[in-house]
């Protein structure tokens, strides 16, 4: 499928939807650049499935608009609006064979047969699942149906894929290889992605963009570099990985689990805080601290080279200045 077209870039401007009193999102705009990666994480209920069922026309919307490559698809019928879709349950045809499943949205396009057995033969490719094109979905495993849901939503050519939650229903290890399988096919295919995920760990390893919603806004956009080194709140801070938050005059500063430092390296730090060891955890590849200071939990993530310590005993932490991150009052 080499001859794919880029993705098309998407632009909205100012959503609203409401559920009776409740405000489902609350002028949300957004701005998705051509072929890129753009998840849309948060907690349950903030708003983010909410916004792809409006991107693939299953939810109407009251205000606002939404346009992809320059075309307003407000009025667009879900048919018509070229948008792949894959779900966390796959949604297969349990009686259709691979192949079948691939090609039945070109079946619904009226594609000649040479250019769908082309297609389909690519998608298969694709996937790396060109030997298992005569199977049904029940003789497949958890992840070989998953890439046969994304092979079904690419091979049609989408302006846009939406992909909701769709590895939500797989073991950790298996998680890890289709997010590697799936970052391989975006930059194969210079599709433009919105993915939705409640997963942190998930948004950092596959996004070129991060938009972090809560309570029907985003509440911040960026790389995940932004987002987990240049918070702007401490809810963004807390929500993206582990952050210790200490006083700092009038504002509040977040500094991470990995960037704290005990030992001879807390001496030589730009600042120290004295803190009582409430737990010490090993985790094979290092260390997980726990301790309080001034009333307040810190964790430390340090490698296996730790001084000796003890429940109880007070110990020195340090942070260099250029690790702290000043968040908005």
Do not use: W
């Not at 000649?112 to 003789?139: H, I, N, Q, T």
């Not at 046969?148 to 950790?172: F, H, Q, S, T, Y």
């Not at 972090?212 to 960026?222: E, H, N, P, S």
């Amino acid at each position: 499928m080499t001859s794919m077209p880029s993705g098309k870039p998407v632009l909205i401007r100012n959503l609203r939807k409401t559920y009776g009193r409740v405000e489902a999102l609350a002028d949300v705009s957004l701005d998705i650049a051509p072929g890129e990666f753009c998840t849309l994480l948060g907690a349950s209920g903030s708003g983010k499935t909410t916004l792809l069922k409006t991107l693939a026309g299953f939810e109407n919307y009251d205000a606002g608009s939404i346009m992809v490559g320059g075309r307003d698809i407000g009025p667009v019928p879900v048919s018509k609006r070229n948008i792949g879709m894959v779900f966390q349950n796959y949604a297969l045809f349990p009686h259709m064979s691979v192949r079948k499943n691939i090609a039945f949205g070109l079946e619904m396009r009226r594609m000649s047969a040479a250019d769908l057995d082309r297609r389909v033969k690519a998608a298969l490719e694709l996937v790396s699942l060109g030997d298992y094109a005569e199977r049904l979905p029940r003789e497949l495993s958890g992840g070989q149906q998953q890439r046969v849901a994304l092979a079904r939503a690419l091979v049609i050519e989408p302006d846009i894929l939406l992909m909701d939650e769709p590895l939500g229903a797989l073991d950790k290890n298996l998680r890890k290889s289709i997010q590697l399988q799936l970052k391989d096919l975006h930059r194969s295919t210079g599709v433009t992605i919105i993915y939705v995920t409640h997963d942190q760990e998930e948004a950092l390893f596959l996004s070129d963009k991060i938009a972090l919603m809560d309570k029907g806004r985003i509440v911040q956009v960026g790389t995940p570099r932004d987002l987990y080194f240049r918070p702007n709140s401490r809810f963004v801070a807390s929500f993206l990985g582990e952050c210790n938050f200490l006083a700092s005059g009038e504002a509040e500063i977040a500094i991470r689990p990995e960037r704290m430092r005990v030992g001879e390296p807390a001496r030589v730090s730009d600042r120290q805080v004295e803190a009582v060891v409430e737990n010490i955890i090993f985790m094979g590849t290092g260390y997980r601290l726990v301790l309080r200071a001034d009333g307040r939990e810190l964790t430390v993530l340090t490698d296996a080279d730790i001084p000796d310590m003890n429940r109880g005993d007070v110990i020195t932490v340090g942070y260099d200045q250029a690790h702290a991150m000043r968040l908005a009052a």
